[in-house]
């Protein structure tokens, strides 16, 4: 009788649990898209770890164990991850999506080592094209070269019959020849703009350097890169953002190229999502008319948005153009160029943050951050009188948004002014690779104690300021991977120096991955959609070949992308 109560206590058991096997399996619910069997960095603010994700269109549904996932969801595809690491789609904060694209159809001049290396790349694309056509391009470093500054000779020797214009790797500076010169009607007298310089050999001619903005007075005579070659551009950048796991770009491309990521977007084509910048020096008019304009188009605002206007205060480093309290160290008589002066500077910034729009400044020097503080300052006292709700890109604007302007870079900034970041809850959006390709040369610049509040990204982080990681591409390679190396070790490539370059402005791997994806977000006002693998996020996932979290800090170099995962959709696999 014993074992007979004990057979049918087992046999109801057994029903039991296949009729609960059952009920789950009839429960579990139809989603698009299954991730299992990974290590899922969530990027919240603790740091949590997962193993599995469910996504349903373009949103999360749940993050979880593997047990947890599979249980309750069935995936119309499953994707084995075999332990992979899982983080956000990466949100590249400050890019030139654009000019990025038409670099790699251009002379590309990054690497070139000696004076003598940028000439033959040179020479090779004036073989390409027939005599008279413009040779375009960028990358060229004269730090590299032993500092001297190029000349337009060096560019005559090599193109005697194409008009020649190459910019500098930081974008500030412009090396054109004679003929392009000439075709400009650059003379000894030529005065050059305001926030600009001409460079001049001891005979009074121009030597072919044109500082900031003085190098558009050869550009607005360069032919505009055609429609088609805008688009070519376009889609040679996303091949490359696919490729480097980046889902978001915050892009200044400018306006008009809006109308082809709308292009882009109609063929289902565009496969990163764009906050799109406005150009600060447009008249409030023109920016409203813009913004009314490309809200009558009425496209999904987590896939093109126009957010900040964009604005310079100063130029760089690298070109002794960026706008300093004290001159430079290793030239005296020079501080740096302002584009505007400080009156002018919060005049305008008043007058747009009255109208609504979040501001970001390109500030390098300590100068330069001090006067876009102070604008930011100004701006608040006005517009606190206002007491207007700001109505944002998607309706989902925090209240909070003018405490959401930005500084781009945040280089060189004075002790003082790292509590005013945090005070105006002004943003310091950084390109951490800029801090191991300056390193250099940033110190002769700087000196042994300004270079103290140089590229300090985890002062800022310590004082509480917000730190978008981005790469400033074409000016650095667009390769998130690298930022991230830079971000943890402040180290170059090769690991010099050894423990970092001011090292105690490393910060581990987890911030910098927050900093690339989370952050990002945040600056953009889209935190509450993306930057986490969270439920009811937005699905812009990156899967990575190596787990970044454990592995030694030289191996983040070596680490690519193996799966970019778009709204729930996979555009890249390695």
């Known amino acids: 009788m014993k074992l007979l109560r004990q057979a049918v206590a087992l046999a109801l058991a057994t029903l039991l649990v296949c009729a609960s096997f059952n009920g789950h399996a009839q429960a579990r619910r139809r989603v698009s898209l299954v991730l299992t069997n990974g290590k899922v960095f969530t990027a919240d603010a603790q740091g949590h770890i997962a193993q599995a994700v469910a996504v349903d269109g373009e949103r999360i549904v749940a993050v979880g164990s593997n047990a947890e996932i599979l249980v309750g969801y069935e995936g119309a595809r499953t994707i084995d991850l075999k332990g992979r690491l899982v983080t956000p789609g990466f949100n590249d904060a400050h890019i030139h999506f654009v000019s990025g694209g038409l670099s790699l159809l251009r002379v590309q001049l990054i690497g070139a080592q000696t004076l003598a290396e940028a000439k033959r790349r040179i020479a090779e694309k004036v073989r390409e094209l027939p005599p008279g056509s413009w040779i375009l391009g960028r990358g060229w470093d004269h730090t590299l070269w032993g500092g001297q500054w190029p000349t337009k000779k060096d560019l005559d020797e090599v193109a005697p019959n194409n008009p020649v214009f190459v910019q500098r790797v930081d974008g500030h500076t412009s090396w054109a020849n004679t003929l392009a010169l000439k075709r400009a009607n650059i003379t000894r007298d030529t005065q050059a703009p305001q926030g600009g310089e001409i460079r001049h050999d001891a005979a009074g ?69 764009i906050a799109e ?5 447009n008249t409030v008019a023109e920016l409203k ?16 948005r126009l957010t900040m206007l964009k604005g310079y205060v100063d130029g760089t480093l690298g070109s002794h153009t960026a706008a300093m309290l004290a001159p430079f160290a290793d030239d005296p008589h020079n501080s740096g160029i302002p584009r505007h002066t400080p009156e002018e500077l919060t005049r305008m910034t008043v007058e747009r943050a009255q109208a609504g729009f979040q501001i970001g400044f390109h500030a390098i020097g300590d100068k330069a951050n001090r006067m876009a503080l102070d604008a930011f300052a100004a701006a608040k006292v006005e517009t606190d009188k206002l007491g207007f709700a700001y109505q944002g890109p998607a309706n989902r604007v925090p209240a909070d948004f003018l405490r959401r302007n930005r500084v781009e870079h945040a280089q060189v900034v004075a002790p003082s002014d790292f509590a005013r970041f945090r005070d105006l809850g002004v943003i310091a959006s950084m390109q951490p690779s800029h801090a191991i390709s300056d390193k250099r040369w940033a110190q002769d610049r700087l000196g042994e104690y300004r270079v103290m509040g140089a590229y300090s990204w985890h002062t800022m982080m310590a004082y509480g300021v917000h730190v978008p990681f981005g790469t400033d591409w074409p000016v650095e390679p667009i390769n998130p991977y ?37 952050e990002s977000a945040y600056a953009s006002f889209e935190e509450k959609d993306k930057g986490q693998i969270a439920p009811h996020m937005l699905a812009d996932l990156t899967v990575h070949t190596r787990d970044l979290l454990t592995i030694p800090p030289a191996e983040i170099l ?7 995962i778009l709204g729930g959709r996979v555009v890249y696999e390695k």
Do not use: C
């Not at 376009?234 to 990521?261: F, K, M």
């Not at 910048?277 to 020096?281: D, L, M, R, Y």
């Not at 070596?558 to 970019?564: F, K, L, Q, S, V």
């Open 205 to 273: 001619e121009p030597t072919g350097i044109l500082h900031e903005t003085a190098g558009e007075l050869v550009a607005r005579v360069v032919p505009e890169p055609s429609r088609a070659e805008r688009m070519q551009a376009i889609e040679r950048a996303l091949a490359e953002a696919r490729r480097d796991g980046i889902t978001s770009i915050q892009d200044n491309s400018g306006y008009e190229n809006v109308e082809l990521y709308r292009e882009l977007l109609r063929a289902d084509k565009l496969t990163v999502r």
């Open 277 to 281: 910048w406005q150009n600060f020096e």
């Open 289 to 304: 008319r813009q913004r009314a304009e490309f809200a009558s188009f009425k496209i999904d605002p987590f896939r093109i």
């Open 482 to 518: 690298l930022g991230l190396y830079a971000a943890v070790t402040r180290q170059s490539t090769d690991g010099q120096p050894a423990g970092g370059w001011w090292p105690e402005e490393r910060i581990t791997i987890e911030n910098a991955i927050r900093n690339y994806t989370a």
């Open 558 to 564: 070596h680490t690519e992308a193996a799966i970019t």
